[in-house]
C-alpha cells in the first residue's frame, strides 16, 4: 500500500532523565475497528493516550503518537512508520510468528449480564437457564458451551436486555465495554456484570517481532504497576469505561 499516512494529531512525551534519545512511535486508528465501541471511541482513545503519558514518565520512556486510519494502520507497523500499534488483533499462533503482543490494558471481552439479585457467575451456571444474544454474536458458540442452555437471539442489545429486565431471559451475553455502558447509562441498579470477562480480549500494545522488546518489557511492567496500585483503575473510571 502506498498510501501516506494521515496524522491527525502528533504529541511528544519527552523525560529531561531519558537515559535515551530514542522517541518511540505508537500507530493509533481513533475508531479501534472491528470493536463497536458504541459512541465511546473518544474515551478509549483518551484512556489510550492518558495510559501511554502516565507510561512515559513511570518508565522513563519518549512517545510520539500517530494517528492513523483501520485501512493502514497495519501496513504502518509492517513497514516501519511507526514502532507499535495499539490493537485489539488477538495474539493467534500464526501472527506470533510475525508480532509480539503486550498484556491487556482494557478487557473487551465477552461477560455475563444478569439481574442484580442473580447468582449466576460462570458458564457453568447456565445449565438450564436462558441466554440472549445478539443476532451475529462471535459467542454463540462459547455459549454453547453450557450444557442445556437456551439460546434467544435478539436484533439488538437494548432488546435482550430490557428482556432480562422482564425476566424472560436469565442472562444476556455482550462484550465488557458495551455491558459497562449500558449499565452506566440504563439499567443502574437493576442489572450487574456477573464476573470477569469469558475471554481474554482486549487492547493491547502490538509491535513487530523482536523489533522493540525494551518497550514491550516496559510496557507491561508499567501496566502491571498502574493496575496493582489503582491508577489503571481512576483511568477507566475518568473516561467512563
Known amino acids: ?7 491527525f494529531f502528533l504529541f511528544l512525551l519527552l ?9 518511540y512511535r505508537i ?15 473518544n ?4 484512556l489510550s493516550i492518558d495510559l501511554l503519558q502516565d507510561l512515559s514518565h513511570k518508565k522513563e ?32 499462533n500464526s501472527l506470533l ?28 451456571d447456565l445449565k438450564g437457564k436462558g441466554a440472549g444474544l445478539q443476532v451475529g454474536s462471535p459467542y454463540q458458540e462459547l455459549i454453547e458451551t ?15 436486555l430490557n428482556d432480562l429486565v ?9 462484550d465488557q465495554l458495551s455491558a459497562t455502558i449500558y449499565i452506566r447509562d440504563l439499567y443502574q441498579n437493576v442489572l450487574k456484570i456477573a464476573g470477569p470477562p469469558l475471554r481474554k480480549e482486549g487492547l493491547r500494545l502490538v509491535t513487530l517481532k523482536n523489533h522493540v522488546p525494551e518497550l514491550l518489557h516496559k510496557f507491561n511492567r508499567g501496566v502491571e504497576t498502574m493496575q496493582k496500585d489503582g491508577e489503571l483503575a481512576k483511568l477507566t473510571s475518568k473516561w467512563s469505561l
Open 1 to 7: 500500500m502506498g498510501q501516506k499516512i494521515v496524522c
Open 15 to 23: 523525560l529531561v532523565s531519558c537515559g535515551s534519545n530514542r522517541v
Open 27 to 41: 500507530g493509533i486508528d481513533p475508531t479501534f475497528f472491528p470493536l463497536d465501541l458504541h459512541g465511546s471511541e
Open 43 to 46: 474515551n478509549v482513545l483518551g
Open 61 to 92: 520512556l519518549s512517545l510520539a503518537t500517530v494517528t492513523t486510519n483501520t485501512n493502514i494502520l497495519l501496513w504502518g507497523l509492517n513497514n516501519d512508520k511507526y514502532d507499535a500499534i495499539i490493537s485489539a488483533m488477538p495474539p493467534y
Open 97 to 124: 510468528k510475525t508480532y509480539d503482543f503486550s498484556d491487556i490494558f482494557l478487557e473487551v471481552g465477552p461477560v455475563l449480564v444478569v439481574r442484580e439479585n442473580s447468582e449466576i457467575k460462570t458458564l457453568d
Open 146 to 160: 453450557a450444557p442445556g442452555v437456551l439460546i434467544t437471539n435478539f436484533d439488538s442489545i437494548p432488546q435482550g
Open 166 to 174: 422482564k425476566e424472560n431471559i436469565d442472562v444476556m451475553v455482550i
